[in-house]
């Protein structure tokens, strides 16, 4: 149980027995910390909702607390606040707790949830631009986050690969090279094992074949057509198909390493083709849907509705299938093949409709029950400096490889700049300017809320200096270095003894925040409190670091206890960067 909890059920247990409910003893760590460390307001709405005195339920309170053994000093103030300091002995009691524990104090979820988890979500062929970026950082730090409090958690990258794209590059192949076999309806197969085209000749035809599908209605028609007959099975689209499909996911998956990231499934929409037939029978006979023109429309507006809710087209009249239809399908494997509890999208908030849209009707059809949460993870943009989203130097998409070899160059210049590194071999530099640049990137993104849009200025995010991921891969390095250090003298670290300095006790309740810390970023799915945790934890010890001069102290007890101190921080750090995708070199 964190620290908190416990205080909450020490002090709760002190309001029961003033006579009102247990749940107005909710203590928070207190923000005036010059008259307690913790805080309780309970008692003011506890005298509201019995009529009786706030002033007096709270001199109940802490008469009953200062009988424990826990405070080393209970108040009161203004109108019944509580405010509470813990004895240095009970801080040194929870810091040894976490210090033996190699969760560091964060229990396990009693009950774990089956989570799947939706991010990432690139195009086949097309180049993924700052919203799947964002995605990538704060999806793969929610499945981390998750993963580590005990949940089961699934994470499927969702690739965009069924839609009108792919009806337009079958059209642009065929027109580049028309006596390809995918073509010939009467080929009978097999098809060639080689794809016709790489990677880089997808990204180079899709804008061409867009520009021309948007000025020309017949080659949209064709492109739609031939989506229509890929989907429906043409055996040659199909073939073709399958090449693009594994260029994309092969290039994909090396960029999502590099990247740090991993994904349990590679699916795509593709993936839940063969369920749309069933489920739209299924859907019809729901009595939810309305056929008008041949399209499958839900109307999913609710009373009370803010916002225009627009009924939700769920297949057009020429019969074709939309990134709703898909959705919709994959929610079903997802419940029944999956057994999701909890399916999380992290997908940009500019998608909000189409998640209402899609949850909605999902619900009203039955596809999904009532026990079964569905939550879109929505995040803000990614801007440039000059305010509008981000896009690379040529004004063009971004790709992931440029993109980190772009942070990574940076991180160069940057060791360069303050020497750090200098002597290592080669490799090990690259190695450590790669972590610095991936750092830059996901600290600058998971720092800020993700609703919020931010700038990427990479110069203030490579920075070694401020609240930058920099800042804390070298201050996680440094510490590490003083355990090394110590360990050359042979000092070991020890039992913790009771805090002798503020700095040090300011350490200490720091460290005991971890779970509360953790709890919070997950139930809010908000990375921002990690990377807060992260950031505060290393300030704090930076300052205790420059009060106790560990490797100089005389007193043995006093240095070990400081190396636990130390060891215990490196642990909380190391997992909390983790828990935002960021890995620590091991030097620097
Ligand atoms: N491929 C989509 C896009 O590029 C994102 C997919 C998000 N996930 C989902 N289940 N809709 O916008």
């Known amino acids: 149980m964190s620290l908190l909890a416990r205080l909450s059920e020490t002090v709760g247990d002190a309001f029961e027995a003033a006579g009102v409910d247990r749940s107005y003893g909710t203590v928070v760590v207190s923000k005036r910390p010059d008259l307690g460390q913790f805080q309780c307001t309970g008692a003011l709405a506890a005298a509201r909702s019995v009529g009786r005195n706030p002033r007096e339920i709270a001199q109940t309170v802490i008469n009953a607390l200062t009988a424990t053994e826990m405070f080393a000093a209970v108040s009161i103030a203004g109108p019944g606040f509580i405010n509470l300091t813990l004895t240095d002995a009970a801080i040194t009691a929870v810091t040894q707790a976490a210090v033996d524990d190699e969760r560091c104090g964060c229990t396990l979820v009693e009950r774990p949830v089956r989570y799947i988890v939706d991010f990432g979500g690139p195009t086949v062929a097309k180049a993924m631009h700052v919203g799947h970026l964002r995605s990538t950082i704060i999806g793969d730090s929610l499945q981390r986050l998750l993963r580590f409090l005990g949940h089961d958690v699934t994470s499927d990258i969702h690739m965009g ?93 090396a960029d999502f390493e590099a990247l740090g990231v991993k994904f349990d499934l590679w699916y795509g929409e593709s993936t839940v083709h063969d369920r749309i037939a069933p489920l739209l029978e299924r859907i019809k006979s729901s009595g939810r849907a309305v056929i008008s023109d041949g399209a499958i429309v839900v109307p999913v507006a609710e009373e009370g509705d803010q916002m225009d809710s627009p009924p939700m087209l769920l297949t057009k009249s020429d019969g074709s299938y939309l990134y709703t239809t898909t959705d919709l399908a994959t929610l079903d494997q997802r419940i029944t093949e999956l057994k999701a509890e909890d399916i999380l999208y992290v997908v940009d908030a500019r998608q909000a409709l189409h998640f209402i849209q899609v949850f909605r009707a999902a619900r009203l059809t039955g596809i999904v029950p009532d026990d079964v949460a569905l939550e879109h993870i929505a995040f803000g943009t990614m801007n440039g400096t000059n305010g509008k989203p981000f896009k690379t130097r040529e004004g063009g998409v971004l790709k992931l490889k440029d993109l980190i070899a772009m942070v990574t160059d940076a991180a160069l210049a940057r060791l360069a700049e303050a020497r750090i590194a200098e002597s290592y071999p080669d490799e090990e530099r690259a190695a450590i300017a790669k972590a610095v640049g991936l750092a830059a990137l996901k600290f600058g ?70 779970p509360d810390s953790l709890a919070r970023a997950a139930e809010l799915r908000a990375p921002n409190h990690i990377a807060e945790f992260a950031y505060d934890l290393t300030t704090r010890f930076n300052r205790f670091y420059e009060q106790c001069h560990i490797l100089s102290e005389q007193d043995p007890k006093r240095r070990g206890s400081w190396l636990s101190l130390v060891a215990v921080t490196l642990r909380e750090l190391i997992l909390t960067l983790d828990l935002l995708g960021i890995s620590v070199p091991e030097r620097m």
């Not at 590059?169 to 060639?192: C, K, M, N, Q, T």
């Not at 094992?193 to 949209?220: C, I, K």
């Open 445 to 514: 993104d998971l720092s800020n809320h993700r609703t919020s849009n931010y700038v990427f200025d990479l110069d203030r995010f490579s920075s070694f200096e401020g609240k930058t991921g920099p800042y804390l891969l070298y201050g996680a390095v440094r510490i590490r270095s003083i355990l090394r250090k110590a360990a050359e003298h042979a000092f070991l670290p020890g039992p913790i003894t009771d805090p002798a300095t503020d700095v040090e006790r300011d350490l200490m309740l720091f460290l005991a925040r971890l």
């Open 161 to 253: 690969d069924w839609g009108t794209q792919m009806g337009m590059l079958i059209i642009e192949v065929e027109r580049r090279y028309p006596d390809l076999p995918y073509f010939d309806a009467s080929f009978s197969g097999p098809y060639p094992t080689e794809s016709p085209v790489t990677l880089d000749d997808l990204h180079e035809m899709y804008p061409t074949v867009a520009a021309r599908v948007a000025e020309d209605e017949a080659e949209a028609e064709r492109a739609r057509r031939a989506t229509t007959e890929l989907q429906n099975g043409r055996p040659g689209y199909r073939a073709l198909w399958q090449h693009f499909a594994n260029v994309s996911i092969s290039a994909q998956r």
